[in-house]
């Protein structure tokens, strides 16, 4: 299966993205995973996107694009795959359509995550991640078994430097004006599905598994 996944910053897009690769067998794809990897490691492009994402706003295209035609290139990608946090603008949506079209396959669906906007500046402040897998938690309502510590990896939890109040709002605005289209652009193509985001994740999980059950080829 060939998923993305939409939704606001703060929606439970990774939290859901680790359950549905692990039930799927398809790799789960966060540029801003690959973003932070890079910044970790200090390479060009990491150095390059910490400019951005410290500011709240967008890498531009023309690298995020390069990094997703890399990775779906990947021999592991061949079956599937599952895309968390790109496409973010209508450009990146069509460059994916372009790269699929070349490589002779095709989106199965577009998952739409919904929380409203009242929702996420708690999740956002309380979230703690593990740099290491990428694992995602939060402070009340999704805590570590151990204080501080990923419960897959054991590595120490972090939290993001992007995840302060005034970062967020300002993620969320760029989230409205330049991801939100895609919402419409996918609907258009008949490729848009939603769940409510604001239940918990065990249900959001099951809401997210009927669809993709549903669909599975
Ligand atoms: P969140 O899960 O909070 O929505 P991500 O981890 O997906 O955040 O992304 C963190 C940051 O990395 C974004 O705020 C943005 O600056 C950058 N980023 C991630 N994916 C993209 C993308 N597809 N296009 C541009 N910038 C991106
Ligand atoms: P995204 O990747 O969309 O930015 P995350 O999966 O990182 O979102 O989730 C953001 C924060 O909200 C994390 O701290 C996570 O533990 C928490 N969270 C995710 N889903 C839910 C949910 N359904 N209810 C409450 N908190 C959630
Ligand atoms: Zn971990």
Do not use: W
Not at 25 to 51: Q, V
Not at 85 to 103: F, H, I, S
Request: hydrophobic share 35%.
């Amino acid at each position: 299966m060939r998923i993305i996944l939409l939704g606001p910053p703060g929606a439970g897009k990774g939290t859901q993205a680790k359950s549905i690769s692990n039930k799927f067998f398809i790799p789960h794809i966060s540029t801003g995973d690959i973003f932070r990897k890079n910044i970790t490691e200090k390479t060009p492009l990491g150095i390059e996107a910490k400019k951005h994402i410290d500011k709240g706003h967008l890498v531009p295209d023309k690298l995020t694009i390069d990094i997703i035609k890399d990775r779906l290139n990947n021999e592991d990608c061949k079956n599937g795959f599952l895309l968390d946090g790109y496409p973010r603008t209508v450009n990146q949506g069509e460059a994916l359509k372009t790269l699929l079209d070349e490589q002779g396959s095709s989106l199965d669906i577009a998952l739409l995550i919904k929380v409203p906007r009242e929702f996420i500046l708690s999740r956002m402040t309380g979230r703690r991640v593990c740099l290491t897998c990428g694992a995602s938690y939060h402070v009340t309502f999704n805590p570590p078994k151990a204080a501080g510590k990923c419960n897959v990896c054991g590595c120490d939890l972090v939290q993001r430097a992007d995840d302060t109040e005034d970062t967020v709002n300002e993620r969320i605005d760029i989230y409205e004006a330049q991801t939100q289209p895609l919402i419409k652009y996918y609907d258009d193509k008949n490729l848009l599905s939603a769940v409510d985001g604001t239940q918990a994740i065990d249900s959001v999980f099951e809401s997210i598994y009927s669809i993709l059950e549903s669909i599975k080829k």
